[in-house]
């Protein structure tokens, strides 16, 4: 896991953390003191939504998209890139016209002054600004990803765009899990072989 990976995977956890803490005081309010801070469900709603854009672009980082690669491998290398570069390409585009749509909502909630229809009746305008924000950065980074992706396959560098770009592997997939586990478990010496780890057999004299 890269730097940037890592803090927007640190974001993202902070986030439905305090969401957490939030929902338990709130049931706890509500079974000893019979009292509501009437706000749970609404932050909920925020941090789903500033989650679920943050979770968008550490998606893409990390090559985790779901893409249907039944007949990928089946292709040659080079009909591979160019489904690879397309994938980012149309990736890009459809992030670009999310983040258009996003801009008119947030700009009618500004010119209204819409605000939530609950009891904290919060500026709809703060919320949806995080929300547009993150997307704004999912379109910034496809587009960049996707520039990069053509401009390999233009230069002929097919090894780098099936490299960089193709839909990780079940191999790929195994290896991080493996990595971050022992990452997670104190070290890489728990990845030595059993018969490393173990002492070999003695003969009998």
């Known amino acids: 896991m890269n730097p940037v990976q890592r803090f927007l995977a640190w974001v993202f956890g902070a986030i439905f953390l305090g969401l957490s803490v939030v929902v338990s005081v709130e049931t706890l309010a509500r079974k000893l003191f019979n009292y509501s801070i009437q706000g749970a469900d609404e932050l909920g709603g925020y941090a789903l939504a500033a989650g679920s854009v943050i979770a968008f672009s550490l998606a893409l980082v990390g090559r985790n ?10 292709f040659s290398p080079r009909a591979q890139a160019v ?18 749509v996003a801009f008119k909502v947030v700009q009618d909630t500004r010119a209204y002054g819409s605000t939530a229809p609950t009891p904290w009746q919060t500026p709809l305008i703060w919320p949806q600004g995080v929300w ?11 587009i960049g990803y996707a520039a990069r992706a ?8 097919i090894d780098e765009v099936n490299h960089h770009f193709q839909p990780k592997s079940v191999k790929e997939e195994v290896k991080e899990e493996v990595d971050d586990f022992a ?23």
Not at 65 to 74: G, L, P, Q, W
Not at 186 to 191: A, K, N, Q, V
Request: hydrophobic share 55%.
């Open 65 to 74: 998209h779901i893409r249907v690669d039944v007949f990928h491998e089946r």
């Open 83 to 100: 489904m690879n570069v397309l994938s980012y390409v149309l990736l890009a585009v459809l992030a670009v016209l999310i983040a258009f």
């Open 132 to 142: 547009y924000a993150g997307l704004v950065v999912f379109a910034l980074v496809t």
């Open 150 to 157: 053509t401009l390999l396959l233009v230069q002929g560098r």
């Open 183 to 205: 990452q997670r478990s104190g070290g890489p010496e728990l990845l030595r072989p059993a018969a490393e780890a173990s002492p070999a057999p003695r003969e009998p004299a």
